[in-house]
């Protein structure tokens, strides 16, 4: 099973730039990200990305005797350098140096890239000319164009890339805490798996589901932690057995100015129960 590769660029999408922030109401925070020509902004992430195979055991028992891989790991370490060449109050042209470390777990092998790049992003963290984002980075995708409040609620969707094919998904988003200049944003996420990158048409459509919570930091005008867990299906039932695949993805990632450090604690309340300290 092919493991979907990370793109350079996609780690990048949660940059954008307006020359200030807008002033918020009592009570009412803008979702804005705010970026300035030659600034520095570093992102860090990590993704364990689990893919089983479902089939009769007898057949899982044949493959592994003959060598093959059923039960698929891969965990990625993702860093991002990037560096705002121009920014304007519609966009951010920004520059991105990435390294991507990859360890395919049960086969004990470990690959390094090097990527850079130019993106142009939007306040409302949208990458301009993407048609698709990977999965873990499309939740934030299209942040609300007028202030939120507490309990405030939105919709987005997006064409989305994951290691089982791409799809649609849907994320239902709602502003669940704060603390200080942090904004907590709790996000669900369901679609569908259509494509056949794979070739498995028969398996066809697969299910996305997403869990999973986003900080923003109004100080620094940045989503500064994302955090979420997967669960993608590919599995049809055939003779009252199933046959496909299906995907766990815990994906974690932290932004930051560099020098900057954010105000307020990030508490351990993604909906994933994973622990999140203060972003660095």
């Not at 350079?8 to 730039?17: D, I, P, Y």
């Not at 690959?111 to 939007?122: K, R």
Request: charged share 20%; proline share 4%; net charge negative.
């Amino acid at each position: 099973m092919n493991v979907r590769r990370v793109l350079a660029l996609a780690c990048l999408a949660g940059l954008a730039a307006t020359p200030s922030a807008a002033a918020d109401l009592p009570g009412s925070y803008l979702l804005q990200l705010r970026l300035v020509a030659g600034e520095r902004v570093i992102q860090h992430a990590d993704l364990v990305d689990r893919i089983d195979w479902k089939m009769p055991a007898v057949r899982l028992e044949a493959f592994r005797s003959q060598g093959m891989v059923v039960d698929e790991e891969m965990r990625t370490t993702i860093l991002a350098v990037g560096t705002v060449v121009s920014a304007s109050a519609t966009a951010a042209h920004v520059h991105g140096d990435v390294t991507t470390t990859v360890h395919d777990v049960p086969r004990d092998k470990i690959a390094v890239s090097h990527d850079s790049g130019l993106a142009i992003v939007t306040p409302r963290n949208v990458q301009v000319g993407a048609a698709q984002y990977a999965l873990e980075d499309a939740p934030m995708i299209d942040l609300p164009g007028s202030p939120v409040v507490l309990g405030s609620k939105w919709t987005t969707r997006q064409r989305v890339l994951t290691s089982l094919g791409s799809g649609t998904a849907a994320f239902e988003h709602v502003v669940a805490a704060t603390d200080g200049d942090l904004v907590r944003i709790d996000v669900t996420g369901q679609g569908q798996i259509t494509g056949k990158e794979y070739n498995l048409p028969r398996l066809l459509p697969g299910t996305i589901a997403l869990r999973g919570s986003a900080w923003f930091d109004r100080s620094s005008g940045l989503i500064v932690q994302e955090s979420y867990s997967i669960d993608n299906t590919l599995v049809k039932v055939t003779g009252g057995i199933p046959i496909g695949f299906i995907e766990h993805l815990d994906a974690d990632s932290d932004l930051h100015k560099e020098g900057r450090v954010v105000s307020g604690r990030i508490n351990s309340t993604a909906l994933n129960g994973r622990v999140n300290s203060t972003a660095p």
